[in-house]
């Protein structure tokens, strides 16, 4: 694998691999956090994991592009991961992260403490994502969660340093939107990259060896 290069087309092996995994990520994703939610919403029984003077943070509605631009980042992680390891190990990450948060998700259902709001518009964007999220999959947050796996993978596919910047910040960015978009909670953020960090180490980095030269 070639480090100088930031991105190359997916030949077939690659692309299969791309299908198949993607795929299968994507049901266990639909599957875990929409039963979860479900459960979540009979509960008589949440947690707010937050403290009373973030509902003071303010809903900054511009903050939902860089919220969903987590979709996009999935799409440059297909090009940017360049061998079909790589590939292997961040979706089966993704599918260890869903698994994990699942747990959490059940047995700790989380209430939200920002009062929602449609922001005109933003209408679209909004309802949509009150549309398919219900308030109560909140820790960790599987957007910081997804987000920290697809950079960290990519940023150890390049040694192009401008690009790790770019990913650092459009990192950030996402992690700062799920609080300004008013979707999650500080706690979630911590809890969501800590998962990132120990599923990186522990699955990702045995699935592609990144010790190899």
Not at 29 to 53: D, E, K
Not at 131 to 137: T, V
Request: glycine fraction near 4%.
């Amino acid at each position: 694998m070639s480090r100088d290069k930031i991105a190359t087309m997916p030949d077939l092996e690659r692309f299969k691999v791309i299908c198949l995994y993607v795929t299968l990520s994507t049901i266990a994703f639909a599957v875990i956090y929409g039963w979860c939610n479900q459960q979540a919403a009979l509960s008589p029984v949440r947690y707010s994991m937050y403290t009373q003077w973030e509902l003071s943070i303010p809903l900054i509605p511009w903050m939902i592009y860089p919220y969903i631009s987590l979709n996009l980042l999935f799409v440059v992680a297909a090009f940017v991961l360049k061998e079909v390891s790589s590939v292997k190990g961040f979706c089966t990450s993704l599918i260890v992260g869903a698994i994990v948060a699942g747990f959490v998700f059940y047995f700790f259902p989380g209430q939200l403490g920002f009062v929602r709001e449609t922001v005109p518009g933003y209408e679209q964007y909004f309802d949509f994502m009150f549309s398919i999220d219900h308030p109560h999959n909140l820790f960790p947050s599987l957007h910081v969660t997804y987000s920290t796996l697809a950079i960290f993978a990519m940023i150890e596919q390049t040694t192009n340093k401008i690009f790790h910047a770019f990913m650092w910040v459009w990192l950030v960015l996402i992690s700062a939107s799920v609080v300004f978009v008013h979707q999650h909670h500080l706690f979630d953020i911590v809890t969501g990259f800590i998962l990132a960090l120990v599923i990186y180490k522990l699955v990702y980095e045995k699935i592609h060896n990144t010790k190899r030269a």
